[in-house]
């Protein structure tokens, strides 16, 4: 006998049919979906909690009964001493047993629909007959001659009326309750598991009706976790309901949790009063909206309408927002969302995003979420006339004036917004001044003719992309028109060649009596009534300034697209926002050799802000992006980078270019967020307000940021430190956000690697000579007039730190031992010094040059190690946040070929940290004065930039200077696979 283990012949057919109840993984997301209480408990109450849980006998069962939490239960919710209760492990159990108990062959459960989908989920798993009756349409209200009729049809033996309702959050009215209790023969169960949202209950009425039962659950009140519902009525009713419970189904935790949360019950009835009022303003501002229907609820969520819903759930997921998408779940819920109301907060930052909400079109194009109808110009934005326009210009002018005659593309596309006859009169007038060519007007006439027979006998190609766009937005219901400068049956003409005139509903062109050309805005207004939509939901897209002013004018949300008139920088100062083709955006991402990289978007610097990132993450990238969307590339850029495994949950980072730095802190979050502040010294406001190459100002920058902190799902604070030119202060900024993210999601590589290479000697003999050098040693060499230096780097450490200075007598540098020894064993290696002077007449000589010759040695072991195996190339004091906290003085590195130092005074004047700290003052017997010295030499020999953030002047300062200089160049050195054989700096000379 043969078994068939093949699934779909033995689960039941009906099981297979379902599908499970969707819980998303919320992820690094707001979580605004499953009508949670937002606020958890203060550090005092959940101590004492915990103090009763190491009370907890775990080892014995529960108290099958639960008494205890029984007895609170009752107490707070009412329940009338002559009925009896029956807890659940949630409301889902207690529905459950209601089904099991009640149904048999033909039994029947009603439920008004939409409504709890657990009804329906529960009765098909026990295979009970399932009724749904739709509610009102307008209101979501009772429909109650259907009820009533289904009743009398069905005689049910079960109903659930979930009251307030979800998912619409409206009660029925008590009376309409009443009318059904009455009329069923069976069980009705009111549902209040919103109760503490709304003054109204029916527990006072189970005495009154033998067939009604009221359940509730503690979840909503703020204790979701706990999975605890109650089901209350008549003691006949609920011995019989208690005969299908688990036995031991509400857990020990559950049991103990409960009865210390309700014991604290003014708690939460505090916070299901916040909730309440943040319904009421959350209400007010979504109807606020003019593209959003929201009803009114007496839960803790509200439901609301809007175009495209599933298109805006998807792009608030994306955005680090996560509420219900029900569209498709009945014929009552199209295009409707859920969201449940959160903290202020979290509220805020979800309506912020819906107002500024975009519906992505076939991965196209992005346009407002309340959008109703797209106006297209043609011309350049539709077709590709740009091309053919200069073909045929060009052969008219050959073949009219002679072959040397011809204009050029850029000249054909600052006249491409005109109709054909300003096109010609302009061409010809300009050939003439420019050729000298008397009557250049005599062909004009033959010129204009042929011009139209041209453009009346080819088929021109669409523009990539909008063909999909087309055939999307006619998919989504959006009314579409063309609004053309050409007469209206020529444009009808080409479109119908161009086989797409079927997609719009209205076409106007430039001939209509009375209705004025653009730059007027009478082309547009008319589009928008023929419509029948307001200008305010109408989307132009144009290709030239004339075309965009006349859409601005008519007060329409404006997009540019640089394939026609005017380029792209042009047409953002008159668009919302601007694209440089239809192309699909593309990015892709992976840890590996950081000179494989593509970024291309409208902007060098968008471009270079986000290279600094990939470098710093050491990741591969090929990114084409074709908007200045910024915020949303971000966002995208972000997504990426949050779905590789992170190996922290925060970090923090030190980043800088020349005279340009900022610290930044980055911590994965539930409430992604950018913060920017700056030192006391420095005006955030006069920084953002500041030109960036082609950026007039750093708002792109800000939008980048913002949406890579939603895209990671993380908090990100930058605090701008420096800033000479504002470029490499920005630089600064993404650099450190990359150093940051690197810390949190780039695989660990370990600190060093086994040296295995000899160390080869004598390498060069001039004025610098380098005596030896390896992955881990070398030895260099410099003789000048002054001063013989020989400085010894050992990073197996096999070698003692040594240190001989040979000056004269008036000369004291003792205390120059402590702090490269300190130094160095911050950094991870030992040194070994000898230095002579010959003729020497100033301390700072000795630092100086015995700085230049370390830098030296330190940048033939870099290089060695970039080419073997890869190093950081740049790092900073600061590992962690209580460092980044309390650090008094950092230091950043940064070895790409550049010869800087500089301080940076946090809250001082530059003038009081030159007397305080710089200048006349003695450390451990050296001059401070000659400690910027060695600063400068160690600048010189590594060919490096230094950078000094002074937060305090502390008594310790230069000591913890010196320390923190070592882990800066520690980190320096880390190794980093994926810089193998690179400069360490993206425009690095090192090699």
Not at 879 to 904: D, H, L, P, Y
Request: proline share 4%.
């Amino acid at each position: 006998m043969t078994k068939n283990h093949t699934v779909t012949d033995w689960i039941r057919p009906e099981i297979q049919q379902l599908s499970a109840y969707p819980v998303p993984k919320p992820g690094n997301a707001i979580k605004l979906d499953a009508m949670e209480n937002p606020y958890q408990w203060d550090s005092a109450l959940v101590e004492e909690w915990l103090n009763v849980l190491r009370t907890v006998p775990l080892n014995r069962y529960p108290d099958g009964a639960a008494r205890e939490v029984t007895q609170q239960l009752r107490a707070i919710m009412q329940v009338p001493d002559t009925m009896d209760v029956i807890l659940g492990n949630g409301s889902d159990e207690l529905i459950q047993m209601l089904i099991l108990s009640l149904n048999c062959a033909g039994r029947v459960l009603l439920i008004p629909e939409p409504s709890f989908i657990m009804y329906r989920q529960l009765a098909q798993i026990a295979g009970m007959q399932y009724i749904g009756v739709s509610l009102q349409a307008d209101d979501f209200s009772l429909d109650m001659h259907a009820m009533q009729e289904a009743i009398k049809k069905y005689q049910p033996a079960l109903v659930f009326l979930a009251c307030p309702n979800n998912p619409t959050g409206n009660t029925f009215a008590s009376q309409d309750i009443k009318t059904i209790i009455e009329a069923t023969p069976g069980v009705v169960v009111v549902d209040e598991a919103y109760a503490p949202f709304v003054d109204k209950t029916f527990m006072p009425h189970l005495s009154q009706y033998p067939n009604l039962l009221v359940m509730r659950t503690v979840s909503k009140l703020g204790l979701a976790g706990l999975r605890l519902g109650m089901l209350a009525g008549p003691s006949d009713w609920i011995e019989q309901i208690n005969k299908v419970r688990q036995p031991y189904n509400i857990n020990t935790l559950t049991q103990v949790t409960a009865t210390f949360a309700l014991q604290h019950y003014e708690v939460f009835k505090k916070q299901t009063q916040q909730i309440r009022a943040e319904r009421a303003h959350l209400l007010e501002q979504l109807n606020a909206l003019d593209h959003v229907q929201a009803w009114p609820s007496q839960a803790n969520f509200i439901l609301f309408r809007i175009a495209a819903a599933k298109n805006v759930f998807n792009t608030l997921k994306k955005r680090g927002i996560l509420i219900k998408c029900l569209h498709g779940r009945h014929p009552l819920l199209e295009n409707c969302l859920q969201v449940t109301v959160g903290t202020p907060e979290e509220n805020q930052k979800f309506l912020q995003a819906l107002i500024t909400q975009k519906t992505l079109i076939a991965e196209h194009l992005w346009i407002p979420v309340n959008t109703q109808a797209i106006l297209w110009d043609m011309d350049g934005v539709l077709i590709d006339s740009l091309s053919l326009d200069l073909i045929v210009c060009n052969q008219f002018l050959a073949q009219h004036f002679g072959n040397h005659v011809s204009v050029s593309k850029h000249f054909i596309r600052s006249l491409f917004a005109y109709d054909a006859v300003k096109f010609w009169e302009i061409i010809l007038t300009f050939v003439g001044k420019t050729y000298q060519i008397p009557d250049v007007m005599k062909p004009y006439s033959k010129i204009l003719e042929d011009f139209h027979d041209a453009r009346h006998t080819c088929i021109f190609e669409l523009n990539p992309g909008i063909l999909q766009i087309l055939q999307a937005a006619r998919s989504m219901s959006l009314k579409m028109a063309v609004v053309s400068n050409n007469p209206t049956v020529d444009v009808k003409d080409i479109l119908t060649r161009c086989a797409i005139i079927d997609y719009f509903d209205e076409i106007v062109g430039n001939d209509i009596e009375k209705v004025a050309k653009k730059p007027a805005p009478d082309t547009y207004l008319l589009a928008t009534r023929l419509l029948n939509v307001e200008p305010e939901k109408c989307v132009v897209i144009e290709d030239s300034l004339v075309g965009l002013e006349a859409g601005n004018n008519a007060k329409c949300y404006t997009i540019g697209v640089a394939t026609g008139s005017a380029n792209f920088e042009e047409l953002e100062q008159e668009a919302q926002h601007v694209y440089t083709a239809f192309e699909v955006n593309s990015l892709s991402l992976k840890f590996g050799d950081v000179r494989n990289k593509t970024i291309i978007t409208p902007n060098e610097f968008i471009s270079h802000a986000i290279e600094h990132i990939a470098w710093r993450l050491g990741m591969e990238i090929d990114f084409n992006w074709h908007n200045n969307d910024w915020w949303t590339l971000g966002q995208i850029l972000g997504q990426k980078i949050s779905a590789f495994q992170n190996h922290h949950k925060s970090a923090v980072a030190l980043g800088m270019i020349d005279d340009g730095s900022a610290e930044v802190f980055i911590k994965i979050s539930d409430t992604p967020e950018l913060r920017l502040k700056s030192i006391k010294n420095l005006d955030l406001d006069w920084f953002l307000s500041l030109r960036c190459e082609q950026l007039s100002s750093g708002t792109p920058l800000i939008e980048l940021a913002q949406g890579l902190a939603q895209g990671v799902g993380a908090k990100i604070f930058i605090k701008v430190c420096s800033v000479e030119d504002p470029h490499h202060t920005w630089e600064g900024i993404f650099r450190s956000i990359g150093i940051a993210l690197n810390k949190i999601f780039t695989p660990k590589h370990p600190l060093a690697l086994p040296f295995k290479e000899e160390i080869e000697e004598n390498v060069s003999q001039c004025e610098i000579s380098v005596l030896a050098k390896s992955l881990y040693y070398s030895k260099v060499y410099r003789g000048t007039a002054e001063s013989h230096v020989a400085v010894s780097v050992d990073f197996s450490k096999k070698r003692p730190n040594a240190f001989i200075f040979n000056v004269a007598p008036t000369i004291d540098v003792t205390g120059f031992h402590h702090l490269l020894e300190m130094l160095a064993e911050e950094a991870g290696f030992t040194i070994q010094v000898e230095f002579n002077a010959t003729v020497l007449s100033s301390s700072h000589v000795v630092l100086e040059d015995t700085a230049l010759v370390l830098g030296r040695a330190f940048r033939e072991i870099l290089t060695l190690r970039m080419l073997e195996w890869g190093v950081n190339g740049a790092g900073s004091s600061l590992s962690t946040v209580q460092e980044w906290q309390n650090q008094a003085i950092r230091v950043g590195i940064s070895v790409e070929g550049r010869k800087f130092w500089k301080f940076v005074p946090f809250k001082i004047s530059m003038d009081q940290l030159r007397q305080d700290f710089l200048i006349g003052h003695n450390i451990e017997k050296l001059r401070s004065e000659d400690l910027d010295d060695f600063l400068d030499g160690l600048a010189g020999g590594l060919s490096c930039s230094i950078i000094i953030h002074i937060d305090e002047l502390i008594e310790e300062g230069w000591q913890l200077l010196f320390k923190n200089l070592g882990k800066a160049l520690k980190e320096v050195f880390t190794l980093n696979p994926y810089r193998k054989g690179v400069p360490p700096g993206v425009k690095a000379t090192l090699s």
